[in-house]
């Protein structure tokens, strides 16, 4: 016998959880059951379970400083007895049936107990672009409490621009001598960075779901991960696009539509998009005579790590295209290939023109092999919020839908509107970003159709993923 501390998730649930709790009930009647969704940050109810056994949520588990607490009683959360399970012996040529199922006796919201250990989630207390959080002693003299969500610099407030942004943007605390010193600036008078994923919507989107984010998954592998990155490989990955597909049709993609798409995995839709322009450079590259890619964009747009995409397509610079009718004949398989910034325009002026690795000017909606141009969208573009009309043919366009999800559709209604998705030789996607930037897990997809560009996304991808560069996690993807 042991107290418990718990609730319940959902208006629709208060019924069942109230008859489960009741049955534990103390004679005395002190079990009380607060319904609704977990948005009041008051303490659950306590009440009193049996069990078989029990297995305690501790600080070994949890990584937390102390085991749950809750006025002043210790927090357990309980479960059935487990069958023990044997792994069959070398030679046994099949697998002993697993265990069973493991049982809660009393309904509890886990996550929400660790948010609460952790002060997130619903039992969040620190203002937007902020959280909580314990400093190490030689660290800011151990500070415990708000810190800002980046470079975690003390105080309640967005910590863009570190201590020196305290004063360039007219912040309204300074961290003095251990402590959060008011500036007499307030939120309506400071000033705000609005860029590269700032501010963030995470205050409200738990706001208004009622939401405790935790990602737990199985640790189960061993080795190295061993990805195929190339059409139709049976790698790591196999299992990751359809699963992404699925979550891509809730959100109101055309259903069956991404059927004709492959995908790879990703660090997020940044660099979703710098290896779509390295695979499309290195596409062009490869059938005809440019070496220097210009990229169109609709204004207003913004850019990406341009000069990483082109250090990735000069790395298969033996397989760019060489001919006398070539500038840069007989040099040609020399790792010279360059991507200009992004030449933005205004629809309804004359398109852009460049100069091809052939002499000859092209304007940027020329179909000509030896264009030098490729576009780039946004759907929906950031920061205007509008659906743009694709300019250039699809085998020139990469698309950037980190932006895909129906918040950003208030004009249509807080759908996706399918009819307006435009035609792209590949996308880029975020796992998470809608939520955190701060989870870096993607997905990069390309045209089946398009043979050349999916075989150069996969050399891109795989560049990317080697070793040198990290490889990439299981943990950015197996669980979410």
Request: glycine letters at 10%.
């Amino acid at each position: 016998t042991t107290q418990f501390t718990g609730g319940c998730r959902g208006q629709e649930h208060s019924q069942s959880c109230l008859a489960a709790l009741n049955a534990h009930s103390p004679a005395d009647g002190t079990v009380a059951l607060r319904s609704g969704h977990l948005t009041d940050t008051s303490e659950p109810a306590i009440f009193q379970c049996t069990t078989a056994s029990m297995l305690t949520l501790t600080s070994a588990l949890l990584g937390a400083s102390t085991a749950m607490e809750a006025a002043g009683t210790a927090r357990s959360m309980l479960f059935a007895s487990v069958p023990k399970f044997s792994p069959p012996p070398p030679s046994s040529p099949t697998l002993a049936p697993p265990p069973s199922p493991i049982e809660l006796t009393c309904p509890a919201d886990i996550d929400a107990e660790i948010m609460k250990i952790y002060r997130g989630g619903q039992y969040d207390a620190c203002p937007a672009e902020s959280f909580y959080y314990k400093h190490h002693p030689d660290v800011y003299d151990g500070y415990e409490g708000c810190v800002g969500e980046n470079g975690l610099h003390p105080c309640g407030q967005d910590g863009f621009g570190g201590a020196d942004g305290v004063t360039t943007y007219n912040k309204q605390f300074a961290y003095q001598n251990g402590q959060c010193v008011d500036t007499g600036y307030t939120m309506e008078t400071m000033s705000y960075w609005i860029m590269w994923g700032h501010p963030m919507d995470k205050k409200e989107l738990l706001k208004r779901t009622g939401l405790n984010p935790v990602i737990s998954f199985p640790f189960v592998r061993g080795p190295y991960p061993s990805y195929g990155f190339s059409p139709n490989s049976d790698g790591d990955e196999a299992d990751l696009w359809p699963v992404h597909q699925e979550w891509l049709y809730y959100l109101g993609w055309p259903e069956g539509d991404l059927d004709h798409y492959g995908a790879y995995p990703t660090e997020g839709a940044e660099q979703s998009m710098d290896l779509l322009y390295a695979a499309k450079a290195l596409e062009l590259a490869s059938t005809s005579c440019t070496r220097r890619m210009y990229i169109l964009a609709e204004a207003p747009a913004y850019g990406y790590d341009i000069a990483q995409a082109a250090r990735w397509a000069n790395t298969r610079s033996n397989e760019f295209y060489s001919g006398p009718e070539c500038e840069c004949f007989p040099d040609c398989n020399e790792p010279t290939l360059t991507i200009a910034p992004i030449v933005g325009h205004v629809v309804g002026d004359p398109f852009p023109e460049a100069v091809g690795g052939d002499g000859v000017t092209y304007a940027a909606d020329s179909t000509e092999t030896n264009s030098p141009w490729i576009e780039t969208m946004v759907f929906p573009e950031n920061p205007t919020g509008k659906v743009k009309t694709p300019l250039l043919t699809v085998e020139r366009r990469v698309c950037d839908g980190v932006y895909v999800y129906p918040m950003y559709f208030g004009a249509n209604n807080w759908t996706v509107p399918s009819d307006l998705i435009p035609d792209c030789s590949g996308w880029a996607y975020s796992i998470t970003k809608v939520y955190s930037a701060a989870f870096r897990a993607g997905i990069v997809t390309y045209k089946k159709d398009q043979p050349a560009f999916a075989t150069a996304l996969g050399r891109m991808a795989s560049r990317a993923a080697s070793g040198a560069n990290g490889i990439y996690s299981d943990m950015a993807w197996m669980g979410y």
